[in-house]
Nanobody, 124 residues
Framework: QVQLVESGGGLVQAGGSLRLSCAASGRTFSRAAMGWFRQAPGKEREFVAAINWSGGTTSYTDSVKGRFTISRDNAKNTVYLQMNSLKPEDTAVYHC?????????????????WGQGTQVTVSS
């Protein structure tokens, strides 16, 4: 069993930065790929970024490449999402998720555990 708790969301102006954190409980964290997804009002949940179990491989959706960076610290059971050059279209609830596999995957169906989410609002 893995429990995930996100933090770091908030209100920021366009062009600003935020760093999201996701603290995980459970001994399987270091063996699991982790992902960040987001959901805006009236829209489906969207893949944002993923990282494999060791942190050596990452994957991003095209709209955030070059602006967002996913990383992890297995000693702290934490995964991060550094978000720079934020845009109003990045506004959403951001969820972290833990997969049952080790490699970076993009489909929500590949993830077993989900956090409650943290709100990110970018004003223009």
């Amino acid at each position: 069993q893995v429990q995930l708790v996100e933090s770091g969301g908030g209100l920021v102006q366009a062009g600003g930065s935020l760093r999201l954190s996701c603290a995980a409980s459970g001994r399987t964290f270091s063996r699991a790929a982790m992902g960040w997804f987001r959901q805006a009002p009236g829209k489906e949940r969207e893949f944002v970024a993923a990282i494999n179990w060791s942190g050596g491989t990452t994957s991003y959706t095209d709209s955030v490449k070059g602006r967002f960076t996913i990383s992890r610290d297995n000693a702290k059971n934490t995964v991060y999402l550094q978000m720079n050059s934020l845009k109003p279209e990045d506004t959403a609830v951001y969820h972290c998720a833990a997969s049952s596999v080790r490699f970076a995957v993009r489909s929500p169906s590949d993830y077993t555990y989900w956090g409650q989410g943290t709100q990110v609002t970018v004003s223009s």
